[in-house]
Nanobody
Framework: QVQLVESGGGLVQAGGSLRISCVAS????????MGWFRQAPGKEREFVAA????????FHADSVKGRFTISRDNAKNSVYLQMNSLKPEDTAVYYC???????????????WGQGTQVTVSS
């Protein structure tokens, strides 16, 4: 059974930084891709970043490129999203997700965490 648990969300001022984490269990690390999505009130879920467990190949959406960085720690079965230069429009619930297989790290994803709230004040 795959379980994903996010943590690290909170309130931060515009221009600040925050790192959110996702601990995965039940995953055969080398056979999954991991992603971060976000959803703001009244908006569709947005695909933010992704990484393959093996090789470290990453993706970042244009909206966060240069400000957010996805990384992983295989020994801790964890994935992180370092968010710098935060803007009020980054306010959303951030979800960790896992995708079985190595062909692609683009959606759709198979497993989801419960989400962590990130609020950026102006």
């Amino acid at each position: 059974q795959v379980q994903l648990v996010e943590s690290g969300g909170g309130l931060v001022q515009a221009g600040g930084s925050l790192r959110i984490s996702c601990v995965a269990s039940g995953i055969i690390a080398n056979n999954y891709a991991m992603g971060w999505f976000r959803q703001a009130p009244g908006k569709e879920r947005e695909f933010v970043a992704a990484i393959k467990w093996s090789g470290g190949s990453t993706f970042h959406a244009d909206s966060v490129k240069g400000r957010f960085t996805i990384s992983r720690d295989n020994a801790k079965n964890s994935v992180y999203l370092q968010m710098n230069s935060l803007k009020p429009e980054d306010t959303a619930v951030y979800y960790c997700a896992a995708k079985k297989g190595l062909a692609s790290y683009f959606p759709p994803y198979d497993y989801w965490g419960q989400g962590t709230q990130v609020t950026v004040s102006s």
